[in-house]
């Protein structure tokens, strides 16, 4: 679907019929029921957008709110929506990390849609919108008899775009909690967990040259760059807010193997799958200032 395509919205109203349907099957009913339950924090929707967006490409990433302070929008020049996106994001059974690639950075909408959903522990509109589509998912006021409570997450409502913007760009608003809430969900991030992150995207750069990865973050402004091998690597996080700047730098130590003879038996002998070949990578985190190491994690 190109920009400025009337497609968009065809697909997008599609889709809402379908799952206006879907959402009466009893397996679908019970996803919807256990749908608050997925999630033990409202404020784990920040990081699911995050990460979607370090898997969609993005080299920045905007976190800001929104006029008169009653909303948030997560944004990133990562790669643009597909109607598969907006199937995947609108599904309880689809998910597109696999479906899509590009080079070795697979499209992410997170497992069966559920990551996303994470918004709506928090949020009751939520509106997705790049160059080319834009929709809406809003709870409504009164639902109609029999209709499960959360069936409106299911069925996006296409909006007039005004391709004022390529970027993918997601405007939370409604909080459940008041505007007060997403105070608390602001707060400053860990500069260890914006290391990982920004640590992830570099490794996506197409060219050793690009530019730091970016995260603004409510008026602060992080750069993430890497610099050495992949055994070793120095990850540097500058820390802007008005005129103080602050620079953390953590050290990561990395082992990668592929399970061969008796480990690989093992394993497919536990998980009843054959071991699809990747390698598996060990990884000591620290913080140079001597924080304390991070890992091992894999």
Request: proline residues 7%.
């Amino acid at each position: 679907v190109k920009k400025g395509s009337p497609w968009a919205s065809v697909v997008v109203a599609s889709i809402s019929r379908y799952y206006g349907l879907q959402a009466m099957e009893p397996a679908v009913r019970g996803f919807l029921a256990i749908l608050e339950k997925q999630f033990d924090r409202s404020d784990a929707y920040v990081w699911e957008l995050l990460q979607n967006g370090v898997d969609d490409g993005a080299q920045r990433v905007i976190v800001e709110r929104l006029p008169r302070r009653e909303g948030i929008r997560v944004c990133h020049d990562g790669r643009p929506f597909n109607p598969l996106d907006v199937l995947g994001l609108s599904s309880v059974g689809l998910s597109t990390k696999s479906l899509l690639a590009d080079g070795n950075a697979p499209r992410s909408i997170g497992f069966m849609g559920i990551g996303f959903k994470a918004v709506y522990r928090r949020f009751k509109r939520v509106t997705v919108a790049d160059g080319c589509w834009r929709f809406r998912y809003d709870e409504p006021e009164r639902r109609a008899p029999g209709e499960p409570k959360h069936a409106w997450v299911l069925q996006p409502t296409p909006l007039e775009n005004p391709g004022e913007s390529d970027w993918c760009a997601f405007d939370l608003e409604k909080p459940r909690d008041g505007p007060r809430a997403l105070d608390d969900d602001l707060r400053p991030p860990n500069v260890s967990a914006v290391a990982l992150l920004g640590r992830a995207a570099c490794a996506r750069r197409r060219r050793a040259s690009d530019a730091p990865w970016s995260l603004d973050w409510d008026e602060r402004r992080h750069r993430v760059s890497v610099s050495g091998s992949r055994g070793e690597e120095a990850i540097e996080v500058v820390v802007a807010r008005g005129d103080s700047q602050t620079t953390k730098t953590f050290r990561s130590f990395v082992v990668a193997w592929r399970p061969e003879g008796d480990a690989k038996a093992a394993y497919e002998a536990h998980t009843k799958r054959p071991h699809d070949g990747n390698a598996e990578e060990l990884r000591l985190f620290f913080d140079e200032a001597g924080g304390g190491a991070r890992g091992p994690a894999r």
